[in-house]
C-alpha cells in the first residue's frame, strides 16, 4: 500500500522534475554532475556539519518550507514569523538566570576581545500569548527563550576550537511578566562554510556566501506552537542579501545605545508573540 502523502506529491514531483530536464535540454554529462554534487554534500554531513541542509539552503528550499509551513500553521497575523533553524542549533545549551551573560571566559587574550566589547548588547522582551484572539497578547511565564549566535569572528562554538563548550548559547525562562532579559553580543555578518560543496555552488553561480548578522532563537511555551526564529541587525550590509533567503521585515531590529552599564553598549527589546497548538 502506497504512503498517501507520497502518492498525493510524487507525480508533481516528477512533472517538474521530468518537464526541468526537458526545458533545459540537461544532458548525461550534466546530470552526472549533480549527482556528484549530491554524493559529495551527503558525505560532508553528520552532527557537526549538515552540507545537504546548507545545499538545500542557498537554493532558498529550507526558507520557502519555512514560509510554508507558518502559512499552514499560523492562526493570527500577530504571531512573531518564523525563520530557518539552520544548520548550528544544539540541544541542551545551559539553563541561565535571567540577567546573566551567554558570553564565557571574556579575556583581553581573545583575539576579537575588542569587538566583543563594543558590541556587548543587552537584550530583553517578553514572551506573549495571542491564543485568546481578538489582538490580544497575554504575557507567559516560564516560556523558554533558547538562544544562540556567532563570536565576532563568525564562528559558532562548535566550529570553533577557540571558545568554550556552548559559548554564546544559552536558555532562559520567562518570569511572571513573561520576561527575559540576557547579555550577549550584537551580531556580526558572517560566511556559510564555503569550503565544501555548496560553496563551490555558491562559486559557480557568482554568489557570496554571507548572512546578515543575526541571533537564532527557539522560544517554547505550553500550549502553544514553539516558535523557531531569528532576528536581524538592522545595520548590517546584507539585510537585504542574505545567502539563504532567511530575513522577513519583522525581524529587523535596531539596537539602541544603553547607557550607564558596564556590561553592555547596546541594547535591545524584542517581544515574541506564539500562536496555540
Ligand atoms: C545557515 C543558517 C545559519 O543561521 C547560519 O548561521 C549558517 C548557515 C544555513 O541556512 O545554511
Ligand atoms: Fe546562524
Redesign the pocket.
Known amino acids: 500500500k502506497a504512503h498517501p502523502r507520497l502518492a498525493e506529491i510524487m507525480p508533481s514531483l516528477l512533472r517538474h522534475l521530468h518537464d526541468f530536464a526537458r526545458e533545459v535540454g540537461l544532458t548525461v554529462a550534466e546530470w552526472a554532475s549533480a549527482i556528484d554534487l549530491i554524493n559529495a554534500c551527503g558525505k560532508m554531513s553528520d552532527d557537526r556539519r549538515n552540507e545537504t541542509?546548507?545545499l538545500c539552503?542557498i537554493l532558498g528550499l529550507?526558507s520557502l518550507v519555512d514560509e510554508i509551513t507558518s502559512k499552514k500553521l499560523a492562526t493570527s497575523t500577530t504571531e512573531t514569523p518564523s525563520a530557518?533553524l539552520?544548520?548550528?542549533y544544539r540541544n541542551d545549551a545551559p539553563l541561565l538566570p535571567n540577567g546573566s551573560s551567554v558570553v564565557h571566559n571574556l579575556t583581553p587574550s581573545v583575539p576579537w576581545y575588542n569587538q566583543a566589547v563594543a558590541d556587548s548588547a543587552y537584550v530583553t522582551g517578553r514572551v506573549l500569548s495571542c491564543a485568546s484572539g481578538g489582538g490580544a497578547r497575554t504575557p507567559l511565564r516560564n516560556a523558554i527563550v533558547d538562544v544562540w549566535h556567532t563570536a565576532p569572528n563568525g564562528l559558532y562554538e562548535q566550529q570553533d576550537t577557540d571558545q568554550p563548550e556552548m559559548n554564546l548559547r544559552g536558555r532562559f525562562a520567562t518570569d511572571a511578566d513573561g520576561r527575559y532579559s540576557l547579555y550577549c553580543l550584537r551580531p556580526v555578518a558572517?560566511p556559510?562554510p564555503d569550503d565544501g560543496p555548496a560553496g563551490q555552488l555558491l562559486a559557480l553561480l557568482d554568489r557570496h556566501p554571507w548572512?546578515p548578522g543575526?541571533i537564532?532563537f527557539i522560544v517554547s511555551a505550553a500550549g502553544h506552537r514553539s516558535l523557531t526564529t531569528q532576528i536581524f541587525d538592522s545595520r548590517d550590509e546584507y539585510i537585504n542579501n542574505d545567502s539563504?533567503f532567511a530575513v522577513k521585515e519583522e525581524l529587523i531590529v535596531k539596537f539602541v545605545p544603553r547607557e550607564g552599564d558596564p556590561k553592555a553598549k547596546w541594547a535591545l527589546e524584542y517581544d515574541f508573540v506564539l500562536g496555540p497548538m
Open positions: 541542509q546548507l539552503d529550507e530557518i539552520g544548520p548550528f558572517y556559510i548572512r543575526h537564532h539563504v
